[in-house]
């Protein structure tokens, strides 16, 4: 079962606004990812969040003392069953255009058996970014299908260093739509993962940069930048790149780039020969002491 959002606050359920604000302001500073990089503060920070996001709407708390953690599926149920208008059969579904349009069923995400929304009430739903969105931030437009006909057309403003799990709400167009809240599920690609504030990738590099040292371009999602390769690095050799990381208010984090020695697959008679001599050459055995 889920901690009870007042507890979470550390506040009573009879606290009035102010209380919910003060409480809230004290524990974001204290857990948020930028201050506090103890092992479960950003989860601790994303809960923080939902418990403000809930309780300082004076709808959603009402929602919230009334049914409980479940209760935006039991609101919406109970908004659907008052409303004089039919209900339509089978599940509504909604469609995330930009960055690749999909179509998925409200059922797919929340289950069935609440009997779809009403008009008026608030609906939710995760929206997967990729590193690079979350980066530089950006904007979508999501069109969720009405159970009575039509579609809402919502527009979602990505802050740019947004984190996995922070939730966004998108106020509806009138006062007939409820709010859509977003929770934004931030994805890793082949080139880039995150980690808190910091991401990761991958560096390529050629034996003899890896033996010599170079200094090599590489993407960052932020831009090119140049990175210091230091002689006698092997594969799996982390370089830090300060403050390349996900953009934060006050600390940003950073950027590391994991070495990858990369040999050529095909030789030239020259290049053979050369690394024929190297190996007559030199006294380094890399399975020494492995």
């Known amino acids: 079962m889920a901690e009870d959002l007042y507890s979470v ?45 809930v309780l300082s709407d004076p709808e959603t708390r009402s929602q919230y003392d009334r049914f409980g953690e479940n209760f935006r599926q039991y609101a919406a149920a109970d908004a659907a069953r008052s409303s004089e208008q039919p209900r339509r059969s089978g599940g509504t579904r909604y469609t995330w255009s930009g960055g690749g349009a999909q179509s998925v069923s409200w059922e797919d995400l929340f289950g069935g058996g609440f009997g779809g929304f009403g008009r008026g009430a608030d609906q939710t739903a995760e929206l997967e970014i990729t590193v690079e969105e979350a980066y530089r931030g950006g904007r979508r437009t999501v069109q969720v299908a009405s159970p009575y006909g039509g579609a809402q057309e919502y527009t979602i403003d990505i802050p740019a260093g947004a984190v996995d799990g922070q939730r966004l709400r998108i106020a509806g167009a009138d006062g007939q739509d409820g709010d859509l809240l977003v929770t934004l599920r931030v994805k890793d690609s082949k080139r880039y993962r995150l980690s808190g504030a910091d991401i990761e990738t991958d560096l390529p590099i050629s034996p003899w940069e890896a033996a010599l040292g170079a200094d090599v371009s590489m993407p960052t999602p932020g831009g090119p930048v140049t990175v210091h390769v230091p002689p006698g690095s092997s594969t799996d050799r982390r370089l830090r790149l300060r403050g390349q990381g996900m953009p934060r208010r006050g600390q940003p984090g950073d950027l590391y780039a994991r070495v990858k020695v990369v040999v050529p697959r095909t030789l030239s008679k020259k290049e053979r020969e050369l690394f ?8 380094f055995d890399a399975r020494r002491g492995s």
């Open 276 to 283: 024929e001599q190297l190996r007559d050459e030199s006294s």
């Open 9 to 53: 606050l550390g506040v009573s359920r009879s606290a009035d606004q102010k209380e919910i604000r003060r409480a809230y302001r004290e524990k974001a500073r204290k857990f948020h990812p930028d201050v506090n990089k103890a092992p479960g503060a950003e989860e601790t920070f994303k809960r923080i969040s939902e418990a403000h996001d």
